[in-house]
């Protein structure tokens, strides 16, 4: 299993401005995914960020409104950007196995005023 | 499109009461089937998984679920629920090879003392 934490978890943001979110997990993993769960629904896949390459982004998401970095094997970051009410949601990532299993952070609640 | 439908939304039961919550979904190919656990104010855990073999499996805190190849289901079930399970559960789906998951919508278990 991984530990995995993040930050923040909670903000309350303004329209039009940028929320970068941390992810960091106790050991290295190759595999971190973005996940977004907004009110009253399920968790939606955003992007897959594997170290050493570039973000694959899900149908629905784009880079520009959700750039990802992935310097090294424990950490990742999301960035929600130019953000709208329509972006409050929570915002978790999660590390895959070698086995297809999934460990989840605890999310970032994000509310846009 | 790829889905994963969890009919029960909101379920109440009695301690000691039996618990089967649906998961169905719509994928023709192999999969790999989870059930994931969120007790209030906790990050998402792995319940229990499948991936191949006997179609029963058995997860933590006396959980099991079948696979029903036929019926593209994977029913959570506990023969006696208990006030400490209360939480939402979650129904994921990974088309295999592709490490990413299809997350049902969730059901709201409160479980009466």
């Known amino acids: 299993s991984a530990v995995i934490s993040q930050k923040p978890s909670r903000d309350i943001c303004q329209r039009g401005t940028s929320l970068t979110i941390q992810c960091q997990v106790d050991?290295?993993?190759?595999?971190m995914f973005w996940y977004r769960q907004q009110p009253g629904q399920s968790l939606t896949l955003i992007a897959t960020a594997n170290q050493g390459s570039e973000a694959t982004y899900e149908s629905g998401f784009v880079i520009d409104k959700f750039p990802i970095s992935r310097p090294n094997l424990t950490f990742s970051t999301l960035t929600v950007s130019n953000m709208s009410p329509e972006d409050s949601s929570i915002y978790l990532c999660?590390?895959?196995?070698?086995?297809?299993?999934?460990?989840f952070g605890p999310g970032t609640r994000l509310t846009v005023t | 499109a790829q889905s994963v439908s969890q009919h029960n939304h909101h379920v109440i039961l009695s301690e000691a009461a039996s618990l089967e919550l649906g998961c169905n979904y719509s994928y023709g190919g192999t999969v790999n089937l989870f059930w994931y656990v969120q007790y209030p104010g906790q990050h998402l855990q792995l319940l229990l998984k499948y991936f191949s073999g006997d179609p029963l499996v058995k997860g933590i805190k006396g959980f099991e679920a079948e696979f029903i190849k036929s019926k593209f289901s994977f029913n959570l079930r506990k023969p006696s629920v208990q006030w400490s399970d209360t939480a939402e559960y979650f129904c994921?789906?990974?088309?295999?090879?592709?490490?990413?998951?299809?997350f049902g919508t969730g059901t709201r278990l409160k479980v009466l003392a």
């Open positions: 999660s590390v895959g196995t070698g086995s297809y299993e999934q460990y």
């Open positions: 050991s290295q993993v190759t595999m």
């Open positions: 994921a789906v990974e088309t295999s090879g592709t490490y990413k998951y299809i």
